[in-house]
């Protein structure tokens, strides 16, 4: 029994990053010592199904799309309250609760995001820079349920996960920042799981890092000197 509950442990715990590509806007540091608030928007989920299984309908997968968009939203915003507890970043998030709140009274759903742009929607909520991007699946996310019934009978269940991560300034609504990230994830492949994958991938390159902000400070004090 302890064997079968360590199989399923290291089954979902299982996400190996394939590759992954950074890009970073050469005026970022400007605008890192200008933003004091990021909000984070809910990601479009797109489950990419060769054939809908029997029994599921195309409402059916778009609303579950559409849950798994708030799910990962609330998960990345989970993982990157951790490492602002360890004060390691120079922005504040704004909880993901107020953002969506003011998105829905401004009349922004998640059928409709995309067409707004990025400096749109900061005014709407009020914040320096906005955090969106896109998760593709080949899967539905896996229950625990599903995850143990698949292990018992012997199947395996791949799902290969791509997400696009993107910070765009607030005023000029021009990209500062991306990220972009393919996943295998093993049984049992969740938002949750995904999230701190993702934050384990990025954990030393994503902006507004204090120690970055440091360096920089630093290097041109020592210009300054030599002036």
């Known amino acids: 029994m302890m064997k079968f509950k360590l199989a399923i442990f290291v089954a979902i715990s299982a996400l190996l990053s394939a590759c992954a590509t950074v890009y970073t806007a050469q005026d970022f540091s400007q605008h890192q010592s200008q933003h004091k608030t990021v909000a984070i928007l809910p990601f479009r989920v797109d489950i990419e199904l060769k054939k809908l299984p029997d029994g599921m309908t195309q409402e059916m997968l778009t609303s579950m799309e559409m849950d798994e968009a708030y799910l990962f939203q609330k998960q ?96 000029s609504a021009n990209l500062i920042w991306s990220f972009d990230h393919i996943v295998a994830g093993g049984l049992g492949s969740s938002p949750e799981g995904i999230a701190k994958s993702l934050m384990s991938s990025i954990s030393k390159k994503f902006p507004y890092n204090r120690k970055n902000q440091q360096a920089i400070l630093t290097n041109y004090k020592l210009a300054e000197t030599y002036v």
């Open 76 to 171: 990345l915003y989970n993982q990157l309250l951790v490492q602002y507890g360890k004060q390691r970043y120079t922005v504040d998030f704004q909880d993901i609760d107020k953002t969506n709140v003011m998105l829905e009274r401004a009349g922004v759903k998640y059928d409709n995001i995309s067409s707004h742009t990025r400096d749109e929607i900061a005014k709407i909520l009020g914040v320096d820079a906005v955090i969106s991007g896109q998760i593709k699946r080949e899967k539905p996310m896996s229950t625990g349920a599903a995850v143990a019934s698949l292990l018992f009978l012997g199947f395996s269940n791949t799902n290969t996960v791509t997400i696009n991560m993107a910070i765009h300034d607030g005023k």
